[in-house]
């Protein structure tokens, strides 16, 4: 099985490897803070009182912005196993998330897990994203989504993965980016990868994540209730390989922003 895994991960690399360079296209979108601290104060108070998770605490202790993200992450996946939801919800945010996962057991998947790390790090000013990872492939329905934070302490930004509970960081233990984990597999190096509870499946996650960082998909905003009945207005952008005929992918919507900047895209 490793080296079918290695195989694999071979030919994803290969794939992104026969990418043509981003471009500098113009974009003329930028990110917008739109998070309502009544409403951050509002989920602090609820997950104190519900959960027992001292949000207020961990926002006001002397440990760094990556440390905080890792004991809210280590929380979330603690609570909230991977697992294919049962029932819809019509209203996601941390909360109705929260209420979920009570109601129904069992867990559910990694969007709504990055969803509700989301919220939750927002409401203690930490800057963040949930990102869509997905492969070339079109009919590989396995995509990933996971959590882009930012990180002030070091001026950049590191994916973390509250569903897989994991990160990944490179030589000398910098949390990396996503941008910069692409960049790691189309140079052919290893992903140094960090599990939280669990350090098996390693050589699947190699290949895993090499198929699933071909194309990107994010809100531009920084907000609360961004999908669902209620969900915020907000632009939703795509960073494709130039070349990428998108709009053929089935995946592509209506609405859907696209570039091939890759700078831009990843502004912040």
Not at 4 to 27: G, H, I, S, V, W
Request: proline fraction near 4%.
């Amino acid at each position: 099985m490793e080296n079918y895994y290695l195989a694999k991960t071979n030919e994803m690399r290969k794939e992104l490897q026969a990418c043509a360079p981003y471009t500098e296209d113009f974009f003329p979108l930028t990110s917008e803070n739109r998070v309502i601290p009544a409403q951050s104060e509002m989920i602090r108070r609820y997950f104190m009182d519900k959960a027992g998770l001292d949000l207020d605490g961990i926002a006001a202790s002397d440990m760094t912005t990556w440390e905080k993200v890792l004991k809210v992450c280590k929380f979330v996946s603690k609570n909230i196993r991977h697992a294919n939801q049962r029932e819809p919800l019509e209203d996601r945010n941390a909360i109705t998330l929260w209420e979920y996962s009570k109601r129904v057991p069992g867990g559910f998947n990694c969007r709504w897990h990055a969803i509700l790390l989301s919220e939750l790090l927002l409401s203690i000013d930490i800057k963040n994203h949930f990102v869509t990872c997905l492969p070339k492939d079109y009919k590989d329905q396995d995509c990933h989504v996971v959590n882009l934070v930012w990180l002030p302490e070091l001026s950049k930004w590191a994916m973390i993965d509250s569903d897989m509970e994991e990160y990944v960081t490179d030589s000398n233990g910098i949390p990396l980016s996503l941008e910069e984990m692409r960049a790691e597999v189309i140079a052919g190096r290893k992903l140094n990868i960090h599990r939280n509870t669990d350090q098996t499946g390693l050589d699947y996650m190699q290949m895993y994540w090499a198929k699933n960082l071909y194309w990107f998909s994010m809100h531009l905003a920084y907000a609360y209730d961004l999908e669902g009945k209620d969900a915020s207005y907000d632009t939703y952008v795509s960073l494709v390989p130039p070349e990428y005929n998108i709009s053929e992918d089935p995946r592509y919507f209506d609405g859907m922003g696209i570039t091939t900047n890759a700078i831009a895209f990843w502004q912040g």
